[in-house]
């Protein structure tokens, strides 16, 4: 499965922004789908997920009650909408799905696709 990443961009602290992540060459079904973002000199870290059976979500404690995850079947679409964006949020936030155990629904090396990435820059 190809993933492409959309919708980043250059947003003030306190704004909005919408990513999205499509799928090509196979659907999501029966996989789960995550965001991760890695930020300058940082380690990949887990930002949020949504899993296929239950639609149930995880987020990352930093970003809970601000991100939501979403995802829209019919159009193999996977979506972050982030609200309230500080500036410790800017990173590279990527795209990702697999077949992934719940107990590994935080672990980037249990996701077997991955998009290309998309910068998010919170200024102060």
């Known amino acids: 499965v190809r993933l492409q990443a959309s919708g980043g961009g250059l947003v003030q602290a306190g704004g909005s922004l919408r990513l999205a992540c499509a799928a090509s060459g196979r659907t999501f079904r029966g996989q789960s789908q995550a965001w991760f973002r890695q930020a300058p000199g940082k380690e990949r870290e887990f930002v949020a997920a949504i899993r296929w059976s239950g639609g149930n979500t995880y987020y990352a404690d930093s970003v809970k009650g601000r991100f939501t995850i979403s995802r829209d079947n019919a159009k193999d679409t996977v979506y972050l909408q982030m609200n309230s964006l500080k500036p410790e949020d800017t990173a590279v936030y990527y795209c990702?799905?697999?077949?992934?155990?719940?107990?590994?629904?935080?672990?980037?090396?249990?996701?077997?696709?991955w998009g290309q990435g998309t910068q998010v820059t919170v200024s102060s």
């Open positions: 990702a799905t697999g077949p992934v155990i719940l107990s590994s629904t935080r672990d980037p090396e249990a996701y077997t696709s």
